[in-house]
């Protein structure tokens, strides 16, 4: 997958606002809680497809906006596509960044998404500025692996928040979520996640594949 098919995927996430007002209702950027059931919500940039969470570009200082999705991989299996969509603003073009992960690597994205609070709590009472939870090397541009972590940041307040770095096609990129928006996402990524291994068939048994040979 190259940086533009991803880009494009993210720009056709957002639907034009006009007319969506009377179907949708206006995000709550500090909510974190996922509604399944949801098909856009109104952002300030106009409106977009599901229930996202808010989060920020560091690379240009941007609002975002997460979506997730899943595709199978003959290799690798159900892969996770963690999406940050980008609205076009600041008089910049609309883009979006793709992070894919394995099963379970999605589920370690998920699990580390949601230790949030309880880091906040542990970093501010023993005053940790940051610390980081590799998910390991992920699918990158073309299938090559890429870095990919989740780091918890804490400022002078002990206010808290997650940062996730992704390396992909050489080029770093960081995204930062305050603590309801990241229990929020990993909320949407499990949805999407559980919801595709459930309409997923069960491998055909061994000697069904043995018989295929005889076949081809």
């Excluded at 892969?79 to 370690?108: K, N, Y």
Aim: proline residues 6%; hydrophobic residues 45%; charged residues 20%.
């Amino acid at each position: 997958m190259t940086h533009r098919t991803i880009r494009a995927f993210a720009v056709a996430v957002f639907v034009l606002a006009f007319g969506a007002g009377a179907f949708a209702e206006q995000l709550d950027p500090d909510r974190s809680t996922f509604d399944p059931d949801k098909q856009f919500v109104i952002t300030p940039f106009g409106a977009i497809i599901g229930d996202p969470a808010q989060l920020t570009d560091l690379t240009t200082g941007r609002t975002g906006y997460s979506y997730c999705s899943t595709f199978a991989d003959k290799d690798r299996g159900l892969i996770l596509m963690a999406s940050v969509v980008l609205p076009q603003q600041d008089g910049a073009e609309g883009g979006g960044h793709g992070m894919m992960m394995t099963e379970q690597q999605a589920r370690d994205f998920i699990a580390f998404l949601r230790k949030a609070p309880e880091w906040a709590d542990v970093a501010a009472q023993n005053k940790v500025g940051l610390f980081s939870k590799p998910i390991g090397d992920v699918i990158g541009v073309e299938g090559d692996p890429e870095h990919l972590a989740v780091k918890f940041v804490s400022d002078a307040e002990s206010r808290g928040s997650i940062r996730i770095e992704h390396m992909l096609g050489g080029v770093p990129n960081a995204f930062e979520l305050a603590v309801n928006p990241a229990l929020k996402f990993a909320a949407q990524a499990e949805h999407v996640l559980e919801t595709a291994l459930a309409q997923t068939p069960d491998a055909a048994p061994s000697e069904d594949a043995e018989k295929s040979k005889l076949f081809e």
